[in-house]
């Protein structure tokens, strides 16, 4: 790729970092809105999942852009 195309891809995959961030935390936000509302029970912690996923899409994407330009950096 061309130097152009990694900061194309660059700037995308720190767009998308921080839309899974921003998920994450809006779920959990709405999740503990659920536990004061409704209390702590089997349902409303069936809803943590959402947070979870979010907050593991946010990582993965972080490590894999931080890896990416980790080898570009060498070349």
């Known amino acids: 790729m061309t130097g152009r195309d990694n900061n194309?891809?660059?700037k995308i995959s720190i767009v998308m970092e921080r839309f899974w961030l921003a998920l994450a935390i809006?779920?959990?936000a709405v999740v503990i809105y659920f536990f004061?509302?409704?209390?702590?029970n089997r349902i409303t912690l069936q809803y943590?999942?959402?947070?979870?996923?979010?907050?593991?899409m946010y990582g993965f994407r972080a490590t894999f852009r931080r890896r990416n330009e980790?080898?570009?950096?060498?070349?």
């Open 48 to 56: 943590l999942v959402f947070p979870a996923l979010a907050g593991l």
């Open 36 to 40: 004061l509302v409704d209390g702590v």
């Open 70 to 75: 980790g080898r570009n950096d060498d070349r």
């Open 26 to 28: 809006v779920s959990l």
């Open 8 to 10: 194309k891809m660059r």
